[in-house]
């Protein structure tokens, strides 16, 4: 039996970094299911604007029905406070007893994974997925995965870089942002004029 990765995120909006993401998870054949779970009150981030849970939920659907193995994962708005991944991640486990989960992160978070909340207890609580970001620094992704792993993480890294793309500038720059999102997303976006003016 293989994986159930989890991929969380505020999806603010799910971009093409998002999709390509998924994209390789879909492929990998030791993932059965991915579950892309919308954060309902980032702990991590301070937005410009957040886009309504409704509308936010809506985009993710949007970009699931793309892929086979990919189903939304509303669990964050069962729950009351902000979305720490511990708190996720050992509700899931105590849930879901058969599965085996592994967690999938960005480039860019594992580079920054000690300002998580609790970040020593979850990383020896599920094993991870990252994925490398075009443009970053890849040393520094480096230093961080052999940090961790030094610590006790079991750590996966996939061979599909996939783009380094700003949500914030997409945000301020909607217009000029239908190659950084995926067609039906954008098509969304611009219906509701979810971002325009913001």
């Keep these: 039996m293989g994986f159930t990765a989890l991929f969380g995120g505020t999806f603010n909006p799910p971009h093409i970094g998002h999709y390509e993401m998924l994209r390789a998870l879909d492929s990998r054949r030791d993932i059965d299911e991915v579950w892309l779970m919308p954060d309902r009150i980032p702990p991590h981030k301070v937005c410009d604007f957040l886009a309504s849970d409704k509308d936010r939920i809506n985009m993710c659907r949007i970009m699931a029905e793309d892929f086979k193995k990919v189903k939304l994962c509303l669990i964050e708005f069962e729950r009351t406070g902000k979305s720490y991944s511990i708190d996720t991640v050992r509700l899931l486990k105590q849930k879901y007893k058969e599965r085996d989960f592994i967690f999938v992160c ?60 700003s949500s914030s500038y997409i945000r301020s720059n909607i217009a000029k942002s239908e190659k950084l999102l995926p067609k039906k997303v954008y098509e969304y976006i611009n219906a509701g004029g979810i971002y325009i003016g913001k």
């Design 106 to 165: 960005g480039g860019d978070m594992l580079i920054s994974f000690d300002k998580w909340y609790k970040y020593e207890e979850l990383l020896k609580e599920i094993p991870f997925l990252a994925f490398r970001r075009t443009g970053t620094d890849g040393g520094l992704f480096d230093k961080a995965a052999e940090r961790y792993k030094n610590m006790g993480m079991q750590l996966l890294v996939s061979d599909k870089a996939v783009p380094q793309v």
